[in-house]
């Protein structure tokens, strides 16, 4: 579902520029950047295993990290009630960042089966003897 990852990427990069407008920390505003990159990433259809592999990493850490940062956050009902957003929005980046880290751990997971289907099929027995 493509539309979906743009969806997400539109979402991260909204919150990246509000972020970036609205002084909040760096570290948050390269998370909801890099969310958006990762999923900018997605669209590409043909990766190497070894850039799903990172990208699959690096999305968990940001999953990871957006869920700390918001629960390292002072207070959430403070953060609504004053109408600042800033947890609020770090865990709606933390819950939409779990479908890049399953796109991109799929995508491995597709890739490393067609690997070792293709991989035992040369190797096997033949089937007429």
């Given amino acids: 579902m493509p539309w979906f990852e743009g969806l997400i990427g539109?979402?991260?990069l909204c919150f990246a520029v509000y972020a970036l407008v609205d002084g909040a920390?760096?570290?948050i505003t390269l998370c909801y950047a890099l969310g958006a990159t990762l999923a900018l990433a997605a669209f590409k259809p043909s990766l190497p295993m070894s850039v799903l592999r990172f990208l699959a990493s690096l999305s968990a850490v940001?999953?990871?990290s957006c869920f700390g940062l918001a629960f390292m956050a002072t207070s959430f009902v403070d953060d609504v009630v004053s109408g600042h957003y800033g947890t609020l929005q770090l865990l709606i980046a933390g819950f939409i960042t779990i479908p890049l880290l399953s796109h991109f751990s799929c995508r491995m997971k597709a890739g490393c089966s067609a690997y070792f289907a293709c991989r035992s099929s040369s190797a096997a027995a033949p089937k007429s003897a």
């Fill in 10 to 12: 539109l979402v991260l």
């Fill in 62 to 64: 940001l999953f990871l």
């Fill in 25 to 27: 920390s760096t570290v």
